[in-house]
């Protein structure tokens, strides 16, 4: 599975950006995707999760009734829908996925354990 994240831009505080997340994997359904995110000098970090099934998502306490998680199995697309925007919610972000997982599961995993990650895309949030 390869991941591609796109959709990062400069955006200000109270503004909206939807990221896109793009795998070539035809199995695709049969893997959790997860966002992550990592400021600089900080380590990365959670953000959302959907299921390998679709019925499930899970998402950071930071985050949550601001970021919509949603996939497309047809497309082989995830989608991270971030409204609210916040100066803190700057980062580079990832995609990332996990075969058969939760989204729950992929939320409790350690980063250094999700075994497949795309390139991130820059997310600025100005104030």
């Known amino acids: 599975v390869q991941l591609q994240a796109s959709g990062g831009g400069l955006v200000q505080a109270g503004g909206s950006l939807r990221l896109s997340c793009a795998t070539s994997r035809r199995a695709f359904g049969s893997y959790a995707v997860g966002w992550f995110r990592q400021a600089p000098e900080e380590r990365r970090k959670f953000v959302a999760a959907i299921g390998y099934d679709s019925d499930t998502t899970h998402s950071a306490e930071s985050v949550k009734g601001r970021f919509t998680i949603s996939r497309d199995n047809s497309e082989n697309m995830v989608y991270l829908q971030m409204s609210s925007l916040k100066p803190e919610d700057s980062a580079v972000y990832y995609c990332?996925?996990?075969?058969?997982?939760?989204?729950?599961?992929?939320?409790?995993?350690?980063?250094?354990?999700?075994?497949?990650w795309g390139r991130g895309t820059q997310v600025t949030v100005s104030s």
């Open positions: 990332a996925a996990q075969e058969r997982a939760t989204a729950q599961a992929m939320g409790e995993t350690r980063v250094g354990l999700i075994p497949i």
